[in-house]
């Protein structure tokens, strides 16, 4: 059973600090996809990595992938509050239609 | 450029009531379209998945059904509903299975009183 593990799924930091996020998952997949979802809102797709050693950046955001040791990471540099939301890392699940298979989210708060 | 529609965006329904809930994509052809539930403060959970018109399957054993009647729409439903049915239902497709991302709809709350 494939399985896709976020840590940690709560994280309050204040304004201005670095934090990362950790996306472990169980296959042999070589791509990787991060979304944001705000509060009451759908998700929306934020970096798709499609090979070993990829690294995407967006603003304070940056996202690599390590499929060696699979694992993918979510870097936040000097976070600001407009960054509070819930972030979802996910691999493809072959077996069901090239569905995503996500993990269970990481709700992000970003404080004064 | 491509688009995904849900509606209705929200719904209270009674217990034991029915459910459709639509989904459309424009501006791509043949795409693989999704079903996803998130239940409160919870991940989401692949409820349907559909490679081609009239071909269905289902992931997890429910009340819910699917239909995919033409290329581009997919219907969620159900004939009598569970108070385990609420949730945020997310519509999705994916064009190129090969590299590309999901695209979800706006999503639709659905709420069983």
């Known amino acids: 059973e494939l399985k896709v593990e976020q840590n940690p799924l709560f994280l309050s930091m204040q304004e201005g600090k670095n934090y990362t996020i950790y996306c472990n998952y169980s296959?042999?997949?070589?791509?990787l996809y991060w979304y944001r979802q705000d509060p009451g809102k759908s998700l929306e797709s934020l970096f798709v990595l499609l090979s070993n050693g990829a690294v995407k950046q967006e603003g304070r955001l940056m996202a690599s992938l390590d499929t060696k040791a699979r694992l993918s990471t979510l870097h936040i540099t000097a976070a600001v509050h407009d960054l509070s939301a819930t972030y979802f890392c996910?691999?493809?699940?072959?077996?069901?239609?090239?569905?995503?298979?996500f993990g269970k989210g990481t709700s992000l708060l970003v404080t004064p | 450029s491509q688009t995904i529609h849900q509606w209705p965006a929200t719904l209270v329904q009674p217990v034991g009531s029915p459910l459709s809930l639509e989904c459309t994509v424009e501006?791509?052809?043949?795409?693989?379209l999704y079903w996803y539930r998130q239940a409160a403060g919870r991940g989401l959970q692949l409820l349907f998945y559909s490679v081609g018109i009239g071909q269905i399957s289902s992931e997890v054993p429910q009340n819910l059904s699917a239909s995919r009647p033409q290329d581009r729409q997919f219907i969620l439903s159900s004939k009598k509903l569970l108070l385990s049915d609420s949730g945020f239902y997310l519509c999705?497709?994916?064009?190129?299975?090969?590299?590309?991302?999901?695209?979800f709809g706006e999503g639709s709350r659905l709420t069983v009183l």
């Open positions: 999705a497709w994916r064009s190129r299975p090969q590299d590309g991302e999901l695209f």
């Open positions: 501006g791509t052809s043949n795409p693989n």
């Open positions: 296959t042999t997949s070589d791509r």
């Open positions: 996910a691999v493809d699940e072959t077996y069901s239609g090239y569905a995503l298979n």
